[in-house]
């Protein structure tokens, strides 16, 4: 009802301001008339043609509106999402909060913390990076590798990873056929050029990436080299994370060596892994060891996800509680940490899922 009568309100003022010889008045409202249509109506139009009834209107024209005209134009228009005082409503690029949800949020994982933090801010405060920001999450299951990826998206993005600036890829799901990657090729190239064009800053996340096919890869290379723009357009400002198992032995033997050693897994650095997950991702099957992607130097960062202990099992289950509102005491969270499997079989050390089932296996331990 409400946007049925604003339709009805933009005419008659659209009318009105024609009569009155008022044009500042009837372009912009012919200018959220054509926003409404083009993107609620989804009409035969382009948004972004250089039309100038299809332009925001420029700061000038506001001078001769009441306040209220402005107002209510201003409420309607940033509700769909598309304008804010402070830039494009949709991105919220909250570090602060990032930094908040990765340290008490994620558990046992020192290192993606502190890389992760670093890369997503330096990205930010740098708009005139010279390539998008490029992170391949490599680690165990339960590890922390997804919940990392949509804590981004909840942090930079208003609606987190159901942003129109937001696209997530699951490799066995959006791409399970050898046989059409030609079309995969297609269809991928044209999701991340669409989402680019719609957003000034965008975040793709590609799990299970082990399973994509080299070629696919190979396809959207170029969206993340050191090109100013790729016909036409730039993918600069867009960020890209590949999530896979790769190097979750690797980075487990490490932190083995550690305890068996009586170090802490904290004073483990990333000289001590980056380049054994490199060059394991290199010599893995499957697309990444065979794509440009790896061979033109373009990931930005090789992020370990430790594999977790006992301690960060009962964490995770505190925190499963926390979420349902539910309190809970540390002999239940030892219940729950204990009924998880750990390996190796002698050390029995590291939980063999990580954290992935317990928000399902609370529910065995609830009255």
């Not at 946007?3 to 009837?26: G, K, N, P, T, Y």
């Not at 997503?120 to 590890?143: A, D, V, Y």
């Amino acid at each position: 009802m409400f946007v049925r009568w604003f339709v009805l309100l933009l005419w008659a003022l659209s009318a009105e301001a024609d009569f009155l010889q008022l044009d500042s008045i009837s372009n912009i409202s012919t200018y959220y008339f054509n926003y409404f249509y083009c993107n609620i109506w989804e009409g035969e139009c382009q948004p972004n043609q250089d039309d100038g009834t299809q332009q925001v209107p420029s700061r000038d024209l506001w001078a001769s509106f009441t306040q209220e005209y402005i107002s209510l134009l201003h409420q309607w228009y940033c509700s769909l999402g598309q304008c804010c005082e402070s830039g494009d409503c949709r991105i919220t690029n909250n570090i602060t909060g990032l930094a908040k949800d990765l340290q008490t949020k994620l558990h046992g994982q020192h290192l993606a913390q502190s890389v992760i933090l670093k890369a997503i801010q330096g990205f930010i405060n740098n708009p005139e990076s010279n390539k998008p920001l490029t992170l391949s999450f490599h680690g165990w299951s339960g590890t922390g590798k997804n919940f990392v990826a949509r804590m981004i998206a909840d942090n930079l993005y208003r609606d987190g990873v159901k942003s129109e600036c937001v696209r997530l890829f699951i490799a066995p799901f959006h791409f399970p056929h050898a046989r059409l990657v030609d079309t995969y090729k297609g269809q991928l190239r044209e999701a991340i050029r669409d989402v680019v064009l719609r957003c000034p800053q965008t975040l793709f996340i590609f799990d299970e990436a082990e399973k994509l096919h080299p070629g696919l890869i190979d396809a959207i290379k170029p969206y993340m080299d050191h090109y100013d723009n790729v016909d036409g357009v730039s993918y600069r400002r867009a960020i890209f994370l590949f999530l896979s198992n790769i190097g979750g032995t690797a980075i487990n033997d490490v932190a083995l060596d550690f305890w068996h050693s009586g170090q802490n897994r904290e004073d483990i650095g990333m000289e001590d892994l980056e380049h054994r997950l490199r060059t394991e991702t290199m010599e893995s099957q499957g697309g990444f060891a065979q794509s440009e992607l790896m061979s033109g130097h373009l990931i930005d960062f090789f992020v370990p996800f430790l594999p977790l202990e006992y301690r960060h099992v009962k964490l995770c289950a505190r925190d499963a509680y926390a979420a349902r509102g539910l309190e809970t005491d540390e002999a239940t969270l030892d219940e729950v940490a204990k009924a998880m499997l750990y390996v190796p079989k002698e050390e029995r050390l590291f939980s063999a899922q990580g954290c992935k089932s317990v928000p399902q296996r609370i529910n065995f331990f609830l009255p």
